[in-house]
């Protein structure tokens, strides 16, 4: 995907803040620290649009980014940081439970689990949620930088067996540090949020003088 524009619109704290565009959304989710505001920056080759941070819990709020007047990428805050209060834990699971269930723009959640690690309790019944309320997703296997390539196919089995992975869905090994898996995730999410194939990207000849 070549990206001529990207721009952070808001960070949304209710419904009434949502865009009324109806632009196709794909929704960021995981756990604080897992990489998903990373990615974002990956995806659109920006380095620092959406914010990232070594202090997990960083995203408390729906971040909207509109990429080039198409789409939008909705970063959601992360799930299962334990310094977080019980009560403010609530309300955020309030507010994204309503978020997923109920928005129609919502063409794809990618999921982002610790391609290193085998999935969480939290991790497990997040995906089994958005699988029960009908999601189509996409699970991305992240910071595959972190361990070396002839182990991806491990790790990636290990969280498919632990989530009772739906074939359906798509699995995508990702870092953002190199870009791996760049590609093939803006496929999914072009073909998912219902957009056109990739537009030739070199500028058409012109045509020759009589
Ligand atoms: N090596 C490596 N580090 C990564 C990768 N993705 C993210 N990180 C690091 O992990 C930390 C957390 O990344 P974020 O993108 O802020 O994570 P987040 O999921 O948005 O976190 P919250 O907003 O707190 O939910 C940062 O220090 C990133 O630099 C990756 O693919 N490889
Ligand atoms: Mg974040």
């Not at 403010?88 to 794809?108: A, H, Q, S, V």
């Amino acid at each position: 995907m070549k990206i001529m524009n990207a721009e952070f619109i808001i960070s949304a704290v209710s419904p009434a803040q949502y865009p009324l565009d109806a632009l196709p959304e794909v929704a960021l989710a995981g756990r604080s620290n897992v990489g998903k505001s990373s990615l974002i920056n990956r995806l659109i080759n920006r380095k620092n649009l959406a914010r990232t941070s070594s202090q997990p819990g960083k995203t408390q709020t729906l971040n909207y980014y509109r990429i080039n007047d198409l789409l939008y990428f909705v970063d959601l805050p992360g799930y299962g940081y334990a310094k977080v209060s019980k009560t403010r834990r609530e309300e955020w699971g309030k507010f994204i439970e309503g978020y997923l269930t109920g928005r129609d723009e919502l063409k794809l959640l990618v999921h982002l689990i610790d391609l290193r690690h085998p999935p969480t309790a939290d991790d497990i019944a997040m995906y089994e949620w958005s699988k029960h309320i009908g999601l189509t997703v996409c699970v991305v296997g992240t910071k595959a930088d972190k361990i070396s390539k002839g182990h991806w196919p491990k790790h990636a089995k290990i969280i498919k067996d632990k989530l009772g992975f739906d074939p359906r869905d798509s699995f995508v090994v990702f870092s953002s540090e190199t870009g791996k898996g760049r590609e093939e995730l803006w496929e999914i999410i072009r073909e998912k949020a219902g957009l056109p194939a990739e537009q030739v990207e070199e500028a058409p000849k012109a045509p020759k003088a009589p």
